[in-house]
């Protein structure tokens, strides 16, 4: 299973960014997806995470601010960032919970990281 990240990037403060992340590989199905960010000298936080029903959560930090969707017929995650803050600043990671086999447990995948800046 791999998951491809993509849409980092440097932005102005107050501007948007749309990142991807697209599984792909040998896989039964996928439960949970997220977004993970790390800043330098920090520790990986929760963004954001979406269902297989697309029921979604945020951290307090970026709601409002930004919205986690997916598409499941791709296997792809997005996250749509507005109103973004130089404190956005960070590698943001993708993950996901793949079940391999019909009835294999699901293990957590993660993509390989994508920088976005935001300039004050």
């Known amino acids: 299973v791999q998951l491809q990240a993509s849409g980092g990037g440097l932005v102005q403060a107050g501007g948007s960014l749309r990142l991807s992340c697209a599984a792909s590989?040998?896989?039964?199905?996928?439960?949970?997806m997220g977004w993970y960010r790390q800043a330098p000298g920090e520790q990986r936080e929760l963004v954001a995470s979406?269902?297989?029903?697309?029921?979604?959560n945020y951290s307090d930090s970026v709601k409002g601010r930004f919205t986690i969707s997916r598409d499941n017929a791709k296997n792809t995650v997005y996250l749509q960032m507005n109103s973004l803050k130089p404190e956005d600043t960070a590698v943001y990671y993708c993950?996901?919970?793949?079940?391999?086999?019909?009835?294999?447990?699901?293990?957590?995948?993660w993509g390989q990281g994508t920088q976005v800046t935001v300039s004050s």
């Open positions: 993950n996901a919970e793949v079940r391999l086999r019909r009835y294999s447990p699901y293990g957590t995948y």
């Open positions: 979406i269902t297989s029903g697309s029921t979604s």
């Open positions: 590989g040998n896989f039964y199905g996928i439960n949970a």
